[in-house]
T-cell receptor, first 113, second 114 residues
């Protein structure tokens, strides 16, 4: 089945230690998104890639970076995680960026010690 | 400003009872509307969407939603709730801004009593 896969499902890191979260998709969609979702809150868009074009949300901290080496993979890098970055990180894909249906992965739960 | 309001943070219903989750939006044009469901520790699964056409939309798992332009609402309904429906439900609207992102409501947590 075509799908969005996130690895790992659970990630524990130390305060200030860089961490990378991975997302892959078999849907061959043009757009890949990264959302941050804190407990009992709505998902918050961090950024997205439309093909190779990177689009950062205005309020996304510089601490968060992303890479998309090819159509299938997208990475979220947190350069110096703080306690406030503990959250669920959701990857999603869509065919085009204009509010086409977004398909979500299962998420990575990040814990910062 | 574009926004989505889900007035009910938490709802409890008995298994077999009917369900309605409310969603109100503020949007300058005809919106695209979505309902997603999220089980604990999981990603979001699309239940249904409205882009245009028939204002009553059928989705998966027996859910439906009705777009009412005059009331700026897109309420989610199910005639008979199952225990497995217990989850968090998010309403979303788009596109927003130059990136076409979705705006999510704060979510409604559904608890199902046996």
């Amino acid at each position: 089945d075509a799908m969005v896969i996130q690895n790992p499902r659970y990630q524990v890191t130390q305060f200030g230690k860089p961490v990378t979260l991975s997302c892959s998709q078999t849907l061959n969609h043009n757009v890949m998104y990264w959302y941050q979702q804190k407990s009992s809150q709505a998902p918050k868009l961090l950024f997205h890639y439309y093909d190779k074009d990177f689009n950062n949300e205005a309020d996304t901290p510089d601490n968060f970076q992303s890479r998309r080496p090819n159509t299938s993979f997208c990475f979220l890098d947190i350069r110096s995680p703080g306690l406030g970055d503990a959250a669920m990180y959701l990857c999603a894909t869509s065919i085009n960026p204009l509010a086409d249906t977004q398909y979500f992965g299962p998420g990575t739960r990040l814990t910062v010690l | 400003a574009q926004s989505v309001t889900q007035p009910d943070i938490h709802i409890t219903v008995s298994e077999g009872a009917s369900l309605e989750l409310r969603c109100n939006y503020s949007y300058g044009a005809t919106p695209y509307l979505f309902w997603y469901v999220q089980s604990p520790g999981q990603g979001l699964q699309l239940l249904l969407k409205y882009f245009s056409g028939d204002t009553l939309v059928q989705g998966i798992k027996g859910f439906e939603a009705e777009f009412k332009r005059s009331q700026s609402s897109f309420n989610l309904r199910k005639p008979s709730v199952h225990w497995s429906d217990a989850a968090e439900y998010f309403c979303a609207v788009g596109p927003s801004g130059n990136t076409g992102k979705l705006i999510f409501g704060q979510g409604t947590t559904l608890q199902v009593k046996p």
